[in-house]
Structure formats: structure tokens, C-alpha cells
């Protein structure tokens, strides 16, 4: 059974101070390049009302030259709190990116040098900036200089197991004006794979004095109060865990504020939230939105014995109306079979907590 200690209760009560704007949630939806667009935040939101939510990352240098926001930087103004996540290695760029998120509604402005993927860091973005710490310092002073809100910075420990150079990384950061640090406790070699090494995250956090925020390997309660306990930190980011289970902010959420597990929801209810997110995407992007929710509607199909053949069906939906079809049908099957899945649940659920 999971408790919370009474000195992480109390480092708990009181709201995330971001420098000047305050969060009354300690439990982040990560940026997810290709995941967290509008629809996905809005999914998110109806279960963690109070969650810092962020975009996809956004590239500054396409922003400097196109000068028209793209569809991944749009926010609504009722989804706040929010942060525009940016990334590039160019501080001039990224001030006017700044800029332009703060005039879409930022609350936040969120700097990436944590992204591992070969495209991103042989430009010079992402965690290549982990070796090229002036070159991060000049970003993050240029950027705070040029808007009015918390500049933020979500980073890895390092580039891999010989480089591991987050505290003199962070430090700098701090120095530099960054209101706030997500640490992802794995290196750039890593990728996704292998353990994240939180006691990285704990040894950030004994060293700064503005909020630290533990990343990695955050798929449940269980999992975030573990990392809260272990590693002193300000709150917890959630990334992969969401990927087909947007619940899980608001799970971690309920539970740090009441003590109390949410029951998980069913594959049946599951599979209703992958039909308001097919509809939704449909809605929002059209054909591309259909092409888009593959991924997400076989993330959700999971918790039943035939799960994977409905992946498989899924994966290669061309309309919504047949998206819709495969998801209606699936939950008949499942409500009039509740005894394929209700067993499995009370497993799985006995599994994570």
C-alpha cells in the first residue's frame, strides 16, 4: 500500500512556485513531440484540472524564418496553466521564439536540452547542449531577458555513462536565470532505454534552490511517490506513461493531494476516451489527425485478451468513421463480456499499486 511520509506531505502542500506564477498541481504533463498537441492536453486536463501542461517542442529556427506560428504552438486560452516548449542552439533565435510564445499565451517558456533524436542534436539542439554548457547559459540569459514570464529548462544528466555532467549543467542553468529544471535521470546514450538514475535527480536538487522536477520512468503512483521520496523533488513529470492513458496525471495528482488511489479506469472506459481523442484529432487536423491517432488508439488498446488483434485493426485505420466502428464494436464485445477483462484489471491494478 502506498503512503505518503509526513515530510513529503508537507513538502507537498503548498502550490509549484515557477518564479513568479504559481502551479497547484505538482505533477507535469511532459512535452511529447508528436503526442502533445491540443487534443492530447485537452484529454489530460479533464482528469488533472490543475497540471502544468506543454506543447510539443517547437523549432526556433523555423519560427525565425516562416514568422507564422505553426499548429503545434497553438494553445487555448482555457488550458492554462501552460508552457511553450522551444528548442535550437541559437540564443537570438530563441529569444523571438520566446516572444511569440509568450504573445500565444505561455505561462511558462520551456527550453529543451534533453531531446536524444540524432536530428535534433546534430544541429546543435536538445541534449547536445549537455557539451556545450556556454552555449546554454547564453540561451537561457538571452531568453530571460527577452520575455516577462519563468524560463524553464528540461534536460538529461548527461551525454552518457563517461559524461555525466548535470550538476555543473544545472548550476549553470540556475545561474543563468532558469526559474525552474526538469532532469530526465537518463544520459542522452541511453535514449529510453535501460533504468533512469534518479539519485542524479536527488543530487540536482541538494545543490539549487529554485524547484527541481524529477523525469523518468514515471508510469504510476507507486512509481512517482517512489522518485518524490527518493530524490527530494519539487514534483514529478509524466512522459511515455500518458502515451494511451492520458489518466495518469491526474491519478498521481489525486493521490499526492488525498492520500487516495483513484480506481483505474476499465479497457471499456478506456477505449471511450480513444474514441473522443480519434473524433477530436478528426475534428482538429482533419485526415492528417486520422493518420496521427494510429498510434495513440493502439496505445489505449490494452487490459483484455484480445487486445492485440484490436492493434492491429487500429493500426491501419484510413477514416474516422471506421476508426469509430472498430472502437464501438471492441466495447460491445467487452461489455458483453465483462468477465474477459475485470479479472485482468484487478491484476494489473494489484501489479502498479
Known amino acids: ?6 515530510s ?20 507535469l504533463q511532459s512535452p511529447l513531440s508528436g503526442v502533445t498537441d491540443l487534443v492530447f492536453r485537452r484529454l489530460v486536463r479533464r482528469y488533472a484540472p490543475d497540471s502544468m501542461m506543454y506543447t510539443e517542442m517547437v523549432n526556433a529556427t523555423g519560427l525565425h524564418y516562416v514568422k507564422e506560428l505553426p499548429q503545434i504552438m497553438e494553445v487555448d486560452p482555457k488550458e492554462r496553466p501552460i508552457s511553450i516548449q522551444l528548442f535550437d542552439c541559437r540564443p537570438d533565435f530563441l ?10 499565451g505561455a505561462d511558462t517558456v520551456d527550453i529543451n536540452m534533453g531531446c536524444p533524436v540524432n536530428k535534433i ?14 552555449t546554454a547559459e547564453a540561451i537561457v540569459r538571452s531568453v530571460v531577458k527577452a520575455v516577462n514570464v519563468p524560463v524553464t529548462v528540461k534536460t538529461r544528466i548527461g551525454w ?15 545561474d543563468a536565470g532558469a526559474q525552474m529544471i526538469t532532469v530526465h535521470g537518463r544520459t542522452r546514450a541511453q535514449g529510453y532505454n535501460g533504468a533512469a538514475k534518479w539519485e542524479w535527480i536527488r543530487r540536482v536538487k541538494e545543490i539549487l534552490s529554485i524547484p527541481v ?11 512517482a511517490v517512489r522518485c518524490l521520496e527518493e530524490t527530494g523533488a519539487d514534483g514529478v513529470m509524466c512522459s511515455r506513461g500518458t502515451l494511451g492513458y492520458p489518466f495518469l496525471v491526474g491519478e498521481i495528482d489525486y493521490f499526492l493531494k488525498t492520500g ?28 492528417r489527425g486520422i493518420r496521427q491517432a494510429r498510434k495513440h488508439m493502439t496505445w489505449y488498446a490494452k487490459g483484455f485478451p484480445w487486445a492485440s488483434e484490436l492493434r492491429g485493426q487500429l493500426a491501419v485505420i484510413d477514416t474516422r468513421e471506421q476508426g469509430i466502428k472498430i472502437i464501438e464494436e471492441a466495447i460491445d464485445r467487452l461489455t458483453a463480456n465483462p468477465s474477459v477483462w475485470e479479472a485482468r484489471v484487478e491484476v494489473e491494478s494489484l501489479a502498479v499499486f
Open 1 to 6: 500500500m502506498i503512503s505518503l511520509s509526513p
Open 8 to 27: 513529503l506531505q508537507s513538502r507537498l502542500s503548498t502550490p509549484l512556485k515557477i518564479g513568479s506564477f504559481e502551479v497547484k498541481s505538482r505533477v
Open 95 to 104: 529569444a523571438e521564439a520566446a516572444q511569440m510564445a509568450v504573445d500565444e
Open 121 to 134: 542534436t546534430k544541429n546543435g539542439g536538445g541534449s547536445a547542449l549537455l557539451r556545450e554548457p556556454e
Open 160 to 174: 552518457n555513462d563517461s559524461e555525466i555532467t548535470i550538476l555543473d549543467f544545472a548550476k549553470r542553468m540556475e
Open 213 to 223: 522536477i524529477g523525469n523518468g520512468d514515471i508510469f504510476s503512483v507507486e512509481a
Open 260 to 287: 487516495t488511489i483513484k480506481t483505474p479506469p476499465t479497457p471499456i472506459e478506456r477505449l471511450e476516451c480513444a474514441r473522443d481523442h480519434l473524433q477530436a484529432l478528426w475534428e482538429y487536423k482533419g485526415d
